[in-house]
């Protein structure tokens, strides 16, 4: 491959965009879904309160999707209104838009990267791998140094350690320099980061990280590099817009998110030779099945099991 590309997976009711490096390696996930307020889109809603200290309105879509939408506009709580979505939902948050005059019917965002890139449709099989590379919170690099990359309520830490690399020091925080600014892509990382580079970083040490770091986000306009705390640490802000990798695959407590096990289910029929099946899964689940998936199987609700597990059977 000479450039990039794209390779989507679309199903009823989420569509999955890679986008692949000129290597073929993975670059960047996107991901939209239809019982989702979706990023840079535009949506009919009606506001259901207003919060004097956060100094906004809570609105609801008619699909029962909640956002925020900071103004200070008086405004008749029950008024119908359009929402344009600025930051996707969080675990922990709910999307954040503005108000907008119109629906305008504009091209989605990835309605936008297609025509960026040469893409191409293909199964999930194709992509499965690379959403699981995606969501590893370890990476090796260097003959054996490792970045750790951990999310918590309030930030990202990202942890460089040479462990059994025979490389210097300084190669390993040059090269984790790069990792890091891919992973944080990759990933979608935002909010506040906190890196913790290999060995003792001396105040050239820092100096020489710094100036790397900058140069490797120095074309992405949402990263603001801080400097080093004092205790040593090397403080980013990358403000948010989309939802991460782990708020869309993973939920709260780690497990499969319920949208991508109705995709790996969906994967598991269609590759299943027998003609009918027999679905056994979490009834928390049963919700996020397509109707091609319920059409196709008999489906046997166990709440003995965890809710990302699933069993295919012959019926």
Same mark, same amino acid.
């Given at each position: ?9 679309? *199903? ?61 506009? @008086?405004?008749?709580?029950? @008024? ?6 600025? @930051? ?25 990267? +297609? +025509? ?65 600014? @891919? ?119 166990? *709440? ?12």
């Amino acid at each position: 491959m000479s450039e990039k590309s794209l390779i989507c997976h679309q *199903l009823e009711n989420q569509t999955i965009i890679a986008i692949l490096d000129e290597n073929e390696n993975l670059s960047e996930l996107f991901v939209t879904r239809k019982n989702a307020l979706n990023f840079d889109r535009e949506y009919s809603a009606k506001i259901v309160s207003y919060h004097p200290k956060l100094k906004g309105y809570f609105v609801q879509t008619e699909k029962r999707l909640n956002a925020f939408v900071p103004s200070d506009k @008086k405004l008749p709580i029950g @008024k119908k209104v359009f929402i344009h979505i600025k @930051k996707e939902a969080r675990r922990q948050k709910d999307a954040t838009a503005e108000f907008v005059d119109s629906l305008t019917n504009s091209p989605s965002f990835i309605d936008e990267i +297609k +025509k960026e890139y040469p893409f191409k449709e293909v199964p999930l099989s194709s992509l499965e791998p690379l959403i699981e590379e995606a969501l590893e919170e370890e990476i090796s690099f260097l003959d054996g140094a490792c970045a750790t990359i951990q999310k918590t309520e309030s930030l990202w830490s990202i942890d460089i350690d040479s462990k059994d690399s025979e490389a210097s020091l300084e190669e390993i925080n040059k090269k984790a320099v790069q990792l890091i600014q @891919k992973q944080i892509q990759l990933k979608n990382i935002s909010g506040m980061i906190l890196i913790d580079f290999a060995g003792s970083k001396r105040k050239n040490e820092q100096d020489f990280l710094l100036k790397e770091i900058k140069k490797a986000f120095k074309n992405d306009s949402r990263t603001k590099i801080y400097g080093f705390s004092a205790l040593r640490l090397l403080e980013i802000k990358r403000k948010s817009e989309r939802a991460d990798i782990y708020d869309l695959f993973l939920t709260k407590k780690g497990l499969k998110h319920p949208l991508y096990v109705s995709y790996l289910i969906e994967r598991a029929i269609l590759s299943s030779k027998s003609g009918k099946l027999k679905l056994i899964i979490h009834p928390s689940q049963e919700q996020y099945l397509s109707k091609t998936i319920k059409n196709q199987v008999q489906i046997e609700p166990n *709440l003995n099991i965890p809710p990302d597990y699933f069993e295919l059977k012959e019926n």
